[in-house]
C-alpha cells in the first residue's frame, strides 16, 4: 500500500477493517483485464453523467450573467500544505470551474501555517463577496482542528457542506440544508439518472466518516430508502449487505467488498479511491475502489467503476453548490 493519505477526522476505521481477521480482501489486487471478463452488470459511467451535469450548469450559469448583468460566480480553494492527491484533486476542481464559467480563486499555504492564518484566509473569502464557495482541501495538517477550521466557514459559503449547521440541518427531519456533500449529492444523483430507485429500497452504507458515510445515509434516508451503516465494528457484515437493493462502499481499503457481500441484481456505488501498487503502471501504482470489481460486476445489476465513477460527480456536485450559492447571494433562489 502506497501513498495513503491520512485519515479525514480521525475515525481511522481503514486501520481497524484491515486488522480483520475475519474478513478477505480481494488478493487479486488488480482487476483481471475487463474485456476479458463475463459479468452482466451495466457500468455506470459516472464521467459521462458528470459531463451532463456541467454541461446543465454551464448553461444555467450563462443564462444567470445575462440576468444579473454579467456577475461573475467565485469559488475560493484553500489547500494547506501539499499532499500529492490534493493538488490533483484542486487542479481538476480549477479545470472544470473555468469550464463552466466560474472563477476560481486559490490560496496555498505552507504545511506549517497555523491555525490561525487558515482562517484569517477564510474570513477574507467570507468578506469577498465575488466568492461564493470556500473550499477548504481535507486532510489539513494534524496541528490543525478541522472543526474550528469548518466552523469559521461562512454557512452561506460551505460549498463542501462540512459547516456543523448544514451537518445538523441534513440530519435533521423537515429541514433543507443549503449545501449537501458534494461526493454522497454525487452518489445519490449516480442513482437517479441511472433510474435505480432509491425510495422504499433498502440500502446498506460501508464506511462512517464524516464527509461520505455519515452523510450519505442522511441522504439515503431522506430519499426515503431503510437505511443500514455497517462499520469496522460491525459482526458479520456480509450478513447485512448481502441482503440489500443498494450497497454503498465508502471504506477507503482496497477491494474489501467481495463478490459474496452482493446481493444479485444490487447496485453498487464504489467510493472508494486507493492506490495500490501495479509495477506495469506508468506511475507505479493504480487506483482501485474499495469493491472487488471483477467480483462486483459479476453479481451486481449495475456498478460503478474506478475511475470514472463517482470521483467526476464529486466535483460536479461541487459546481452545482457554488451555482445555487451565486443564485441564492443573487436573490434569485430561495
Ligand atoms: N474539502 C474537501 N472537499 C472534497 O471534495 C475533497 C477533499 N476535501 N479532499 C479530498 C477528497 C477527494 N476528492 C475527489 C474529487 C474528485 C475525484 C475524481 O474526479 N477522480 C477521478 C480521477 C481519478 C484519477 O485517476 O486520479 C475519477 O475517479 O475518475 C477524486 C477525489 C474530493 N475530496
Redesign the pocket.
Given at each position: 500500500m502506497i501513498g495513503r493519505?491520512p485519515a479525514?477526522f480521525g475515525w481511522n476505521g481503514p486501520k481497524i477493517w484491515r486488522d480483520r481477521k475475519d474478513l478477505q480482501p480481494c488478493q487479486a489486487i488488480l482487476d483481471e483485464d475487463l474485456a476479458k471478463t463475463e459479468f452482466t452488470a451495466r457500468i455506470i459511467d459516472?464521467?459521462l453523467i458528470?459531463e451532463e451535469i456541467r454541461q446543465e450548469i454551464a448553461e444555467e450559469i450563462m443564462r444567470l450573467k445575462s440576468q444579473t448583468n454579467g456577475k461573475v460566480l467565485g469559488l475560493a480553494v484553500v489547500l494547506v500544505g501539499s499532499y500529492k492527491?490534493?493538488e490533483?484533486?484542486v487542479r481538476?476542481?480549477k479545470k472544470a470551474c473555468k469550464e463552466v464559467g466560474i472563477i476560481s480563486l486559490e490560496e496555498n499555504l505552507p504545511v506549517d501555517s497555523s491555525e490561525e492564518e487558515v482562517l484569517n484566509i477564510v474570513r477574507k473569502f467570507n468578506d469577498d463577496p465575488s466568492v461564493h464557495g470556500i473550499?477548504?482541501?481535507?486532510?489539513l495538517p494534524k496541528h490543525m482542528n478541522e472543526e474550528r477550521v469548518f466552523a469559521a466557514i461562512s454557512v452561506e459559503k460551505d460549498v463542501?457542506g462540512?459547516h456543523p449547521l448544514n451537518i445538523g440541518k441534513l440530519a435533521m427531519q423537515g429541514r433543507t440544508p443549503p449545501f449537501v456533500?458534494?461526493?454522497p449529492r454525487g452518489c445519490i444523483e449516480l442513482l437517479l439518472r441511472s433510474n435505480v430507485e432509491i425510495k422504499g429500497k433498502r440500502v446498506v452504507v460501508i464506511g462512517r466518516s464524516n464527509?461520505v458515510g455519515t452523510p450519505a445515509a442522511m441522504l439515503l434516508q431522506r430519499n426515503q430508502a431503510t437505511v443500514t451503516i455497517v462499520h469496522s465494528y460491525t459482526p458479520n457484515p456480509t450478513e447485512i449487505t448481502c441482503e440489500v437493493d443498494i450497497v454503498i462502499a465508502a471504506v477507503g481499503v482496497a477491494h474489501l467488498v467481495r463478490g459474496d457481500w452482493i446481493k444479485p441484481g444490487a447496485v453498487v456505488i464504489d467510493v472508494g479511491?486507493n492506490p495500490i501498487e501495479d509495477p506495469s503502471a506508468k506511475k507505479g501504482y493504480r487506483?482501485v475502489g474499495d469493491v472487488c470489481f471483477k467480483e462486483g460486476a459479476m453479481k451486481a445489476s449495475a456498478i460503478t467503476p474506478?475511475?470514472?465513477?463517482?470521483?467526476?460527480?464529486?466535483?460536479a456536485m461541487?459546481l452545482r453548490n457554488t451555482l445555487d450559492s451565486a443564485k441564492r447571494a443573487y436573490g434569485l433562489l430561495d
Open positions: 493519505r479525514m459516472g464521467k458528470a492527491d490534493s490533483t484533486y481538476s476542481k473550499l477548504v482541501q481535507l486532510p463542501d462540512f456533500p458534494c461526493t464527509i479511491i487506483l474506478i475511475p470514472a465513477g463517482v470521483g467526476p460527480m464529486t466535483i461541487l
